[in-house]
């Protein structure tokens, strides 16, 4: 079991920036691959940016390519979100999560893929 907690969250004008944080508890951080996905009332959660274990793959959605930066530090057990030229469409509660499949050889964009889950951090994008 890992816990992971978001932070960084907040209330933004269209064009700001926010840098998301995700905090892991636990000395196999190193070991799993981290997502981070993103969820409106009534839609389903959307993946939004995922990082590898390993080699620092990196995969987006098509809809933040260029704008949002996926990051982690193993030695603070810490992925981030940096996120730039935020728009109203990005408002959300954004969360963390962990692929604690170690043999996975694929970075998946899929919810059910991911074992441990954040508590998510509201992102408010609005003038």
């Known amino acids: 079991q890992v816990q992971l907690v978001e932070s960084g969250g907040g209330l933004v004008q269209p064009g700001g920036s926010l840098r998301l944080s995700c905090a892991a508890a636990?000395?196999?951080?190193?070991?799993?691959?981290m997502g981070w996905f993103r969820q409106d009332p009534g839609k389903e959660r959307e993946f939004v940016a995922a990082?590898?274990?390993?080699?620092?793959?990196?995969s987006y959605a098509d809809s933040v390519k260029g704008r949002f930066t996926i990051s982690r530090d193993n030695a603070k057990n810490t992925v981030y979100l940096q996120m730039n030229s935020l728009r109203p469409e990005d408002t959300a509660v954004y969360y963390c999560?962990?692929?604690?499949?170690?043999?996975?050889?694929?970075?998946?964009?899929?919810?059910?893929?991911?074992?441990?889950w954040g508590q998510g951090t509201q992102v408010t994008v609005s003038s």
């Open positions: 990082i590898s274990r390993n080699f620092g793959r990196t």
């Open positions: 636990g000395r196999t951080f190193s070991s799993y691959a």
């Open positions: 999560a962990a692929d604690a499949v170690g043999s996975r050889t694929y970075l998946s964009q899929q919810s059910y893929a991911y074992d441990y």
